[in-house]
């Protein structure tokens, strides 16, 4: 309760007026201005790590007595031992890469018996899984990177727990889940069809089935209409928040959860923390449809709908970079008019600069499984992602060339061990001395952005002046009161030539520039040259 002081206490539980056991409790004291947090920003490069598959720090809890899948790294679905110590082993190779702030796929205990690494079938939501850690493992994670400036986010799971829960093997009630009445605890999978949230046309059964459907019969859905349920994920959420340090929350699946119920939760998170960022998953390719899930939505409005949600993925942005790479020739449709017309969509967003821009995640093909291991077209993307509006976030192991095709292999093939997390490997690409050539590349592209990144308010909150592109190449600056960056992209298979009178708009009275990939001096008086398939990052002078 608001006002309560804190300390020890005990909970007397009573069955017919008599004490039946009791619970000792400690309520923490909270950190000194702990509600006015501050979260990550345009300012940050988020690193996706998938824990299971990052490094494994300590053997000795691959497996453990008290949870049921037992490790097995030859399996590519099972449990391959990565942990929180191995990632606060290598928290120097992320920060020295150049990403500020890490998101981990769920951490908290799944307990089912199979394919339970990924983590998004939860049993337990206030204990870290035995098979990465302990809590405190966890709180050392978030200690040891504010020690290196970088911010933790939790990725948080609202829309349902795991099949193994205790309060869903023995639910408080039966609306604490959405039950279908048709066995298996009354599974009935979602269709997905998250247009139904906004639809006015929509029937009231297909609303039904997108929002209380399940994903699996492993992870019930979860009712958030129901006051209990919705309390405890927010005192949950809030709970985790002090008890951790977080600096911010992925929130999986955001647009399958009850709209209402959802943003009632959202809201009283960012009330309790007034500078706190989160951002979810709204896996749409429309942009008004992905605009009306953000705060203070003018598309949302004209239904009378706030979902008070700070930030979204940008998944319109990652359909064109998986393809648009690929496609050397331009025509009316294709080539870079596609990553134009994306960003020609920016104003149906309340707040452009706080949208999650990628290349892929842990349910996305591999960019460079896209690209066929063509380093070209990944310098392309990394450019493009680097220096756009939003929030960028990288892949673990993108930075290095990582493959992989869910499609062909599942999605064990694109959440592949990092080499050099498990002792025996043949290789440690944790070190330069440990990459191939071909993964030295990559690396040293990405952390070459990464690092000049960092500083660069131009590119984390300046305004975006774009031009139409021709012959497949695309020319955007980045301006602010102190500084103007030209990035250009030619997406093209041969050098192009551009006159440069076109762009005095944005080169205004500037006579030369610095291209921070190549590190060359460039004349920017007349024309400008650029191999086919590359791209510069200019400062102008």
């Not at 950190?31 to 300012?43: G, L, M, T």
């Not at 996706?48 to 053997?59: E, Q, T």
């Not at 093909?365 to 063509?374: C, L, P, T, V």
């Not at 990464?450 to 909150?461: A, G, M, P, Q, Y």
Request: proline share 3%.
């Amino acid at each position: 309760m608001s006002g309560s002081k804190s300390g020890n206490f005990d909970i007397d539980f009573l069955k017919d007026s008599k004490v039946i056991t009791t619970q000792s409790y400690q309520l923490k004291q909270r950190e000194e201005n702990s509600a006015n947090r501050n979260s990550f920003d345009s300012s940050d490069v988020m690193y996706l790590i998938m824990p299971d598959r990052f490094a494994n720090g300590n053997p000795e809890n691959d497996s453990t007595d008290d949870t049921v899948e037992k490790v097995n790294r030859s399996h590519k679905g099972g449990r391959h031992g990565g942990d929180l110590k191995g990632i606060i082993d290598n928290l120097d190779y992320i920060n020295n890469l150049g990403a500020t702030a890490i998101w981990n796929t769920p951490l908290l205990e799944d307990n089912e018996p199979t394919y339970s690494y990924h983590g998004y079938a939860q049993s337990n939501f206030y204990k870290i899984d035995p098979r990465y850690g302990t809590n405190e493992d966890y709180k050392l994670l978030a200690d040891e990177m504010h020690k290196r400036d970088m911010k933790l986010v939790m990725d948080y799971v609202t829309n349902h727990w795991g099949s193994k829960h205790p309060m869903v093997l023995d639910l408080p009630s039966k609306d604490f889940i959405h039950y279908w009445g048709n066995g298996e605890k009354g599974f009935q999978p979602s269709n997905y069809r998250m247009t139904t949230q906004f639809d006015n046309n929509a029937s009231e059964i297909d609303s039904k089935g997108c929002m209380n459907g399940w994903f699996d019969t492993t992870m019930p859905d979860m009712n958030q209409q129901n006051s209990f349920y919705l309390n405890y994920i927010i005192q949950n959420a809030i709970w985790w928040i002090e008890y951790a340090g977080l600096d911010g929350l992925r929130v999986d699946t955001y647009s399958y959860n009850d709209k209402d119920g959802i943003a009632t939760w959202t809201k009283a998170i960012t009330d309790e923390y007034p500078n706190f960022n989160f951002v979810c998953e709204v896996w749409m390719h429309d942009q008004a449809q992905m605009a009306f899930w953000q705060k203070d939505s003018k598309i949302a409005e004209i239904i009378g709908y706030n979902s008070n949600l700070p930030s979204v993925m940008d998944f319109t942005l990652y359909d064109e970079i998986t393809n648009v790479f690929n496609q050397d020739h331009s025509s009316w449709n294709d080539g870079m008019i596609k990553v134009y017309m994306n960003f020609a969509n920016d104003f149906l967003y309340p707040n452009i600069d706080n949208i999650l821009i990628f290349a892929g995640n842990h349910d996305t093909n591999r960019i460079n499984q896209i690209y066929q291991n063509d380093i070209a077209k990944y310098k392309l993307a990394m450019t493009l992602i680097l220096t756009a509006r939003g929030i960028p976030q990288l892949y673990y192991g993108d930075e290095i060339g990582m493959m992989g095709d869910k499609h062909k292999h599942g999605d064990g093939d694109i959440r592949r061990d990092f080499p050099g997390g498990w002792s025996g490997d043949t290789q440690n690409a944790f070190t330069q001395s440990g990459r191939t050539d071909s993964q030295e590349a990559y690396h040293s592209f990405t952390k070459k952005l990464l690092n000049w990144r960092k500083d660069k308010s131009v590119i984390h909150t300046g305004k975006t002046l774009q031009f139409v592109p021709e012959n497949n190449v695309y020319v955007y600056f980045r301006m602010n009161e102190n500084e103007t960056v030209m990035v250009v992209i030619n997406n093209h298979s041969e050098t192009q030539t551009l006159d440069l009178s076109r762009f005095t708009e944005g080169i205004k009275k500037n006579k030369s520039g610095k291209d921070i990939i190549s590190e060359k001096e460039l004349d920017l008086t007349n024309t400008l040259s650029i191999k086919g398939k590359s791209s510069m990052i200019i400062e102008l002078k």
